[in-house]
Nanobody
Framework: QLMESGGGSVQAGASLKLSCADS????????VAWFRQAPEKAREFVAAMSWAGGRTNYADSVKGRFIISRDSSKDTVYLQMNTLKPEDSAVYYCAANLEYFESPNGGRFWGQGTQVTVYS
């Protein structure tokens, strides 16, 4: 099961680093994507990475501020979030599948989410 960690409540301009790992499967064998969902809004794409790490993409709203990466030695995928803004506040989810994806429909395995709150 996928599990996210690293969320929290921070002031605007601060950074957070989210982690995504799996207790039962090697996440290194899967493409991984991050999504977020704010109250009363649809789940939206944030960032994605192919299983080999050669392909990445970001939502325009986070491009230049967020970085998706993976550490094979720890079998963990990260989302480094810099220069956070109040509009980044949401529950952040990681998802995985064998094939690269950017749509929530493409995620086969999901975590429970971690809350990120950014206050001004």
């Amino acid at each position: 099961q996928l599990m996210e960690s690293g969320g929290g409540s921070v002031q605007a301009g601060a950074s957070l680093k989210l982690s995504c790992a799996d207790s039962g499967r090697r996440i290194g064998n899967y493409a991984v994507a991050w999504f977020r969902q704010a109250p009363e809004k649809a789940r939206e794409f944030v960032a994605a990475m192919s299983w080999a790490g050669g392909r990445t993409n970001y939502a325009d709203s986070v491009k230049g501020r967020f970085i998706i990466s993976r550490d094979s030695s720890k079998d963990t995928v990260y989302l480094q979030m810099n220069t956070l803004k109040p509009e980044d506040s949401a529950v952040y989810y990681c998802a995985a599948n064998l094939e690269y994806f950017e749509s929530p429909n493409g995620g086969r395995f999901w975590g429970q989410g971690t809350q990120v709150t950014v206050y001004s």
